[in-house]
């Protein structure tokens, strides 16, 4: 059964993770409603990776919860949460780069049993949704563009039709037109009903294409709330300025142009 449109689909409730003995996130609270792009903004170190890696069960909080679809996953194992519904495409591009698009998009469904009707199904959708991953499905995945790759990392999760996807900074390493192509991969995936949460360096345009945002600093949530708020707002600017009010220049890249 569905969420009600009332209940966010994931809420983390005063969160705390980190690495060992390293608290990396203190008391963060994020909710995501459905259909909804969020993204997280915050500099370099600011625990934006770190909190996808709490959500999707690959770091364990120390405290707090999270519940998603109306379960609690606090401290579930990854393959629980995956079960679940809610997938994560980490950072850098994980693909089998000699074995070709339709086996990259294949090794998404490894362990579920679907239908042949099912299977194309989904394959289909796939399609409809990166018409370029038909076109290239016999090529080697290594021989596709870094934002076509991108657009394969994501269609491999949506074999399993995720209810959310977490995408960790898509566009890197992207030149902007391959960044348009994904941030517009991205609505197509709103349209189709996903929910996303979405970890940017591009702060501006991600900005520009989500519903919510929240801003983070030191492993902590220092604002969120209507994107466009947020980005009119001052958390933003604190946020990237260095320790002492100095910019930093090693955070987001604010126009693409
Ligand atoms: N595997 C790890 N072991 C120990 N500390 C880590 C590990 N990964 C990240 N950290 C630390 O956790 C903090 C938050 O890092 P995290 O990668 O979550 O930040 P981020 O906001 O995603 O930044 P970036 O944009 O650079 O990826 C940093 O201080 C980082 O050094």
Redesign the pocket.
Known sequence: MKAPPSLPLLSANKVDAG?GH?R?LEKVSIDVRQGRIVVLV?R???????LLRALSGLNRPTSGTITFDRRDITGARPNAIVGAGLLHVA?GRRLFRRQSVTDNIELGRYGLRLTEQEHDRRVNRIHELFPILQEKRDLPAGSLSGGQQQMLAIAQAMMREPKLLMLDEPSLGLAPVLVDQVLAAILSLRAQGVAILL?E?MVERALEIADDAYV?QNGRVIAGGLAADIAAGDALQAAFMGEHGTPDHSGPRWSVS
Do not use: C
């Open positions: 690495y390293v990396v915050g370099n170190g600011a625990g934006k990776s770190t950072e970890v360096q983070m």
